[in-house]
């Protein structure tokens, strides 16, 4: 195949999206059964059977869906799309499809995965590192107000090993890896301001330490300056401690965090991780990004032409996934990152 043919076909496929990718699976699927019936017919016709099974068998080979082996993250001499998961420069971007699968290693486990697999995208600056994570999911969920409320969410997971496959399941003592967890609901505060009992119960009549009485207007609620002077946040408890939880003036969905191993997760002191998710094809297509060098003490630093370990996982709040009840990637990839041109 040709540069051109190659740069060609790898144009088309980004404009694939969830959808395009699992129907093509499912058509790819359908016409391989479908050729080897007309293979038996033409053998048993005895009518060029050589050579028509060996061009049938040629174009379902080039049909065959086929799972990445790795992940490139792109230069591009530009701002990266940060906070826009529709915009052209993901384009540019060479689309993998990530096989996903169980998670039966920690409970509660999810033995059923919602996807067979989802497609990503990687682009970078020389400054900050972008992702794109494309999936098909069952409606929408954006809130954990209710105790029977699960959010939608997804997760990249970074690792300065990526030939050790065990890296995948939460990183080790030896080995630390950061985690990128774009949250529905925490965007959901973002763009429609702090959403707590009112939303999930609008009949029902609340009382408001005063700090939140603004949070009806569209977009982050904000603490009045006053009060935080008069040291009046103290009596909020969560958010005066900085607890992520509890925080009312949100600036990003994106959670960036650490793990030693299962249940290890903890939030990094330096919150400079970005994103944006969009429902879009009858599912979401989120982006998650950080800054290439690190903020925080063993956090993951990514170098540009270096190579590095990349694993995903994916929440369906409407199926009540939560914590270790997720879909996972199968495996840890490598994740190749362009250098900077000189």
């Keep these: 195949m040709s540069e051109g043919t190659e740069n060609s076909k790898a144009t ?6 969830p959808d395009t990718v699992l129907e093509d699976e499912k058509k790819a699927e359908d016409g391989a059964a479908a050729d080897a019936s007309r293979r038996k017919l ?7 059977a050589a050579a028509a099974v060996g061009a049938t068998y040629a174009a379902v080979r080039l049909l065959a869906p086929g ?5 490139r993250a792109v230069y591009i001499d530009g701002p990266l799309p940060v906070r826009d998961p529709s915009a052209r420069e993901w384009s540019r971007a060479i689309p993998a499809r990530i096989q996903m699968g169980p998670q039966t290693l920690a409970l509660p486990t999810k033995p059923q995965p919602e996807m067979r697999g989802i497609t990503v995208r990687a682009l970078h600056d020389g400054t900050r590192i972008a992702f794109l994570m494309e999936w098909r999911s069952k409606g929408e969920s954006e809130s954990t107000i209710r105790t029977e409320d699960f959010r939608d969410a997804c997760a990249v997971l970074l690792s300065g090993k990526p030939d050790d496959p065990n890296q995948r399941v939460m990183g080790a003592p030896s080995g630390p890896v950061t985690v990128l967890h774009w949250k529905a609901d ?6 429609k301001g702090f959403q707590d009992e009112e939303v999930a119960f609008p009949n029902a009549t609340f009382d408001f330490y005063p700090p939140l009485v603004r949070r009806n207007s569209n977009g982050p609620v904000k603490v009045p300056d006053e009060y935080v002077k008069a040291g009046a946040t103290n009596r909020l408890a969560g958010y005066s401690v900085g607890n992520p939880l509890s925080l009312i003036d949100r600036v990003t969905p994106v959670e960036k965090l650490q793990a030693k191993g299962p249940g290890t997760l903890a939030t990094f002191d330096t919150q400079d991780a970005e994103g944006k ?28 032409g270096g190579r590095f370990g990349v694993a995903f996982a994916v929440w369906v709040g409407s199926v009540n996934d939560v914590g270790p009840r997720k879909t996972v990637a199968q495996n840890l990839l490598p994740l190749e990152v362009d250098p900077v041109p000189q």
């Design 277 to 304: 998710g969009v429902r879009a094809n009858g599912g979401w297509k989120v982006v998650l990004a950080k800054p290439l060098r690190a903020t925080d003490e063993e956090e993951i630093s990514i170098t540009p």
């Design 12 to 17: 088309e496929e980004t404009e694939k999206g």
């Design 67 to 71: 799972w990445a082996t790795s992940v």
């Design 42 to 48: 033409l053998i048993g016709a005895g009518v060029g």
């Design 186 to 191: 925490w965007q959901a505060d973002i763009e």
